[in-house]
């Protein structure tokens, strides 16, 4: 149940399967430190305020301004942490594959071509200063477009539907690739599981 206590969602995979992409140490870490971090905070931040433990993760993001004063940045940054680690261990996979035909032309129709989508992709990931994320996002119109948030933030409260997220905080990272961001997003590519990101369009 994606509600208060909120628990940390299992893998799709194993630790090391999506080697050497993203490396095993690096996936161990991120997913039972840095993920389970965000849930426990979350519920920390939570366990004091019983009226809002029927809400979803996506229900208290979209509604950060009316939330407690005094919790409102621990649920941005826990339940932004939380809910984007889950959309991101979903959008990779050992068994990549290319985009549908009729996702690739939706993906022509916006950005040109593939080899574009990627290259508009890779600069919003690294002209993110510091730590956040990149996105393909829709509008309500189903329009495709790019993003990128700082620290936790969620394109859920601009009103757009998250489809690919890429972590480019350094913990995502570091391990493999130092201070090669550049290195790890080209081969973050290879790993996109595009079956789910169409799911998450229609
Ligand atoms: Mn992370």
Redesign the pocket.
Known sequence: MNKYPFKLEALPYSYSALEPFIDQETMTI?HTK??QAYVNNLNNALEKHPELHNLTLEELLTRLDNLPKSIQLAVRNNGG?VY??NL?WKSMTPDSSLPSDSFINKINDTFGSLENFKSEFKKAALGRFGSGWAWLVSDKDKKLMIISTPN?DTPLEQGLVPLLPL?V?E??YYLKYQNRRNDYIDNWFEIINWPAIENRYR
């Open positions: 991120h840095h993920h942490g984007n680690h991101f936790q972590d905080w913990h995502a």
